[in-house]
């Protein structure tokens, strides 16, 4: 038997596994390998040109699916410019990433926040003053997230990622909204992210190609014109008394239905023409006061009479649990006992904006009047109160035009 010389640690050749020491890696042969035994996938390896330091381990599946590949394999240093100790404790912490679904050379965490610590960001800022419903619709926009929320935003915004970021949002099936709701919100989060974290990545905004949303498309297309509005009169007329008034002040205010919805007297100033919307769209930092015109006081008084008892709403409801109309839908049962449905809702916002155009609004005006965010820098200045005379002049002229397109 051949004597060990003393102080060597005997090379393990059949298991080749072993705690890497200096020892260790003087034995090893050229093409040979040791693995070592307390870190999984760490190992040293004697190629011709010297001893070089690697680990090798398996990706989590959505990362492999997301890279193309499970396995990875990288180089810790070469020996003996790094010393086992240093090679170690590197070693420990790329298997820990690799396995963590980053690899070595990305981004780590302190070059930006995780996906869920990022969306969380952004989300206390549209709580500050968004509607429940609103939180909601953001939550389970990001429930669809197809990486875990533990993901570091700085993978998936690496521009060596993109071709995975487009493939996995198109197997979320990019014909259903709520995939586009997803995308958008991703963007959005990307975006507030980069403030704090300037080395983030912005993802391309057309990365993901989203077909024409048709139904969209058409009812903006189908907006109902003027010569159409005594057709949906007569419809209307069918309606229960408040309903009816409901859908009218709808089309006479182009206010959006939720709004209209939870209106109360007490917003009501009938003396300066005005109703004030405290939480529309966008929270109550988009609040703002909506022009009423002579024949829009005149629906909310038949509306007020038509109910049975005195009411806080604008459009009370006997059936509703809320105690206004809680369903913007219109329906009525025909004489053969098939219910109808008469147009109602955004259909109506659209068929507003359609007659203010007619009635000679240009898009600023109307816009303003709808409560939409101007379009340029320059539209935002300005004191918007100082502008609400000439908002009421002009729902004045499309409330006229109105009433004269139904026959009143």
């Given at each position: 038997?051949?004597?060990?010389?003393?102080?060597?640690?005997?090379?393990?050749?059949?298991?080749?596994?072993?705690?890497?020491?200096?020892?260790?890696?003087?034995?090893l042969r050229v093409?040979?390998?040791?693995?070592?035994?307390?870190?999984?996938?760490?190992?040293?390896?004697?190629?011709?040109?010297?001893?070089?330091?690697?680990?090798?381990?398996?990706?989590?599946?959505?990362?492999?699916?997301?890279?193309?590949?499970?396995?990875?394999?990288?180089?810790?240093?070469?020996?003996?410019?790094?010393?086992?100790?240093?090679?170690?404790?590197?070693?420990?912490?790329?298997?820990?990433?690799?396995?963590?679904?980053?690899?070595?050379?990305?981004?780590?965490?302190?070059?930006?926040?995780?996906?869920?610590?990022?969306?969380?960001?952004?989300?206390?800022?549209?709580?500050?003053?968004?509607?429940?419903?609103?939180?909601?619709?953001?939550?389970?926009?990001?429930?669809?997230?197809?990486?875990?929320?533990?993901?570091?935003?700085?993978?998936?915004?690496?521009?060596?990622?993109?071709?995975?970021?487009?493939?996995?949002?198109?197997?979320?099936?990019?014909?259903?909204?709520?995939?586009?709701?997803?995308?958008?919100?991703?963007?959005?989060?990307?975006?507030?992210?980069?403030?704090?974290?300037?080395?983030?990545h912005l993802l391309?905004?057309?990365?993901?190609?989203?077909?024409?949303?048709?139904?969209?498309?058409?009812?903006?297309?189908?907006?109902?014109?003027?010569?159409?509005?005594?057709?949906?009169?007569?419809?209307?007329?069918?309606?229960?008394?408040?309903?009816?008034?409901?859908?009218?002040?709808?089309?006479?205010?182009?206010?959006?239905?939720?709004?209209?919805?939870?209106?109360?007297?007490?917003?009501?100033?009938?003396?300066?023409?005005?109703?004030?919307?405290?939480?529309?769209?966008?929270?109550?930092?988009?609040?703002?006061?909506?022009?009423?015109?002579?024949?829009?006081?005149?629906?909310?008084?038949?509306?007020?009479?038509?109910?049975?008892?005195?009411?806080?709403?604008?459009?009370?409801?006997?059936?509703?649990?809320?105690?206004?109309?809680?369903?913007?839908?219109?329906?009525?049962?025909?004489?053969?006992?098939?219910?109808?449905n008469v147009t109602?809702?955004?259909?109506?916002?659209?068929?507003?904006?359609?007659?203010?155009?007619?009635?000679?609004?240009?898009?600023?005006?109307?816009?303003?009047?709808?409560?939409?965010?101007?379009?340029?820098?320059?539209?935002?200045?300005?004191?918007?109160?100082?502008?609400?005379?000439?908002?009421?002049?002009?729902?004045?002229?499309?409330?006229?035009?109105?009433?004269?397109?139904?026959?009143?």
């Amino acid at each position: 038997m051949r004597a060990v010389a003393k102080n060597v640690v005997p090379f393990p050749r059949r298991a080749r596994r072993a705690k890497l020491s200096d020892a260790v890696v003087a034995q090893l042969r050229v093409g040979e390998r040791c693995y070592d035994d307390t870190i999984p996938g760490y190992f040293a390896w004697r190629g011709k040109r010297g001893v070089v330091f690697k680990v090798i381990a398996d990706l989590p599946t959505w990362a492999a699916k997301m890279r193309g590949h499970a396995t990875v394999e990288r180089v810790v240093g070469r020996y003996p410019e790094t010393t086992c100790k240093a090679a170690r404790t590197a070693a420990g912490k790329m298997v820990v990433d690799i396995k963590s679904g980053r690899l070595p050379e990305e981004p780590s965490a302190a070059d930006g926040p995780t996906l869920e610590a990022a969306w969380q960001g952004l989300r206390d800022i549209i709580a500050l003053d968004a509607e429940p419903r609103t939180l909601t619709f953001y939550d389970s926009a990001f429930k669809r997230m197809p990486w875990p929320p533990g993901t570091p935003l700085a993978v998936i915004t690496d521009p060596a990622h993109l071709p995975a970021v487009e493939k996995k949002f198109s197997r979320l099936d990019v014909k259903r909204p709520s995939t586009r709701h997803t995308w958008d919100l991703l963007l959005r989060i990307v975006e507030r992210a980069k403030i704090k974290y300037p080395t983030l990545h912005l993802l391309p905004k057309g990365l993901v190609a989203f077909p024409t949303d048709k139904k969209k498309a058409k009812r903006a297309e189908s907006a109902m014109e003027a010569d159409e509005l005594p057709g949906w009169w007569r419809e209307a007329q069918k309606l229960e008394p408040i309903k009816r008034e409901f859908v009218l002040f709808l089309l006479l205010s182009g206010l959006r239905a939720e709004s209209c919805m939870v209106a109360k007297w007490e917003h009501v100033d009938e003396a300066a023409h005005k109703l004030h919307v405290p939480r529309p769209k966008g929270g109550t930092s988009r609040n703002f006061d909506l022009p009423l015109s002579e024949e829009m006081l005149a629906c909310l008084k038949r509306a007020k009479v038509a109910f049975p008892v005195e009411s806080e709403w604008l459009f009370p409801s006997v059936r509703s649990k809320t105690g206004h109309i809680a369903d913007a839908r219109a329906q009525y049962t025909d004489a053969k006992g098939l219910v109808r449905n008469v147009t109602t809702g955004h259909m109506l916002r659209h068929a507003f904006t359609n007659m203010a155009t007619l009635a000679g609004l240009d898009e600023a005006e109307v816009g303003r009047i709808l409560n939409h965010k101007s379009k340029t820098q320059t539209g935002r200045y300005g004191n918007r109160r100082g502008k609400f005379p000439v908002d009421l002049e002009n729902m004045r002229k499309v409330s006229k035009l109105i009433m004269e397109s139904l026959g009143k």
